[in-house]
Each structure stands twice: as structure tokens, then as C-alpha cells.
């Protein structure tokens, strides 16, 4: 059983940071690009940020110069720290990581189940 463990989310003011941490546990052989995604009520699903295993980082406009994503690869683990944070910005954080599981040939999608991020006064 492979599970993406998001945390962090909550809360916060215009202009605040906060930091999310996805956790990867399971049978897991090896893991590649992770990322983190949000949604909006009423929008699609959208790339934020992702993240390569040897460390190369790629944003959109909309975030590039205030979230920044890191992994620790000993920890499976992959962080996305948000900063001067806006009203727009409010959306489920979801945490997304390609894998290759024991008993597999492939590498597969997996999501986390996703985490509140509200930026309001």
C-alpha cells in the first residue's frame, strides 16, 4: 500500500507564509518528479510547483518568486513552502509524485488526499 501523507495547511492572513509537507511511505522502489497542485472551487486542477530527484524546480507565473518547493530524498518526503501569500492563492493544496512500486515495471501517478489553504483577513 503506497500513501501520499499531506499536512500543513490551514489558515492564514494576506501576506503570511505557511509550509506543506507530503510524506511517501509504502513499497516504494523509487520516486521521481513530485509536485504539488491546488484547486479551486469551481476551477481545475493546477500545477504550482514540481520538482525533479536531482533537485531542478519549475513554477508558473502565478507563484514564481513566492512558493518554493524542496524534497529530502532520504524522507520521500516533498515540502512546498508558501510565502506573501494572497486571497487568490486559497484552493486544496494536493501533493502528487511519480513512483515505481515493488511488483511494478512503471512508474505511476499518486496523489495525496489534499490540504486546505485559505488566505483570508
Known amino acids: 500500500q503506497v500513501q501520499l501523507v499531506e499536512s500543513g495547511g490551514g489558515l492564514v492572513q494576506p501576506g503570511g507564509s505557511l509550509t506543506l509537507s507530503c510524506a511517501a511511505s509504502?513499497?516504494?522502489?523509487?520516486?521521481?518528479?513530485m509536485g504539488w497542485y491546488r484547486q479551486a472551487p469551481g476551477l481545475e486542477r493546477e500545477s504550482v510547483a514540481n520538482?525533479?530527484?536531482?533537485?531542478?524546480?519549475n513554477y508558473p507565473d502565478s507563484v514564481k518568486g513566492r512558493f518554493t518547493i524542496s524534497r529530502d530524498n532520504a524522507k520521500n518526503t516533498v515540502y512546498l513552502h508558501l510565502n506573501s501569500l494572497k486571497p487568490e492563492d486559497t484552493a486544496v493544496y494536493y501533493c502528487?509524485?511519480?513512483?515505481?512500486?515493488?511488483?511494478?515495471?512503471?512508474?505511476?501517478?499518486?496523489w495525496g488526499q489534499g490540504t486546505q489553504v485559505t488566505v483570508s483577513s
Open positions: 509504502g513499497s516504494i522502489i523509487s520516486i521521481s518528479k
Open positions: 520538482i525533479t530527484s536531482s533537485g531542478s524546480t
Open positions: 502528487n509524485a511519480r513512483l515505481l512500486v515493488r511488483g511494478s515495471w512503471n512508474y505511476s501517478n499518486y
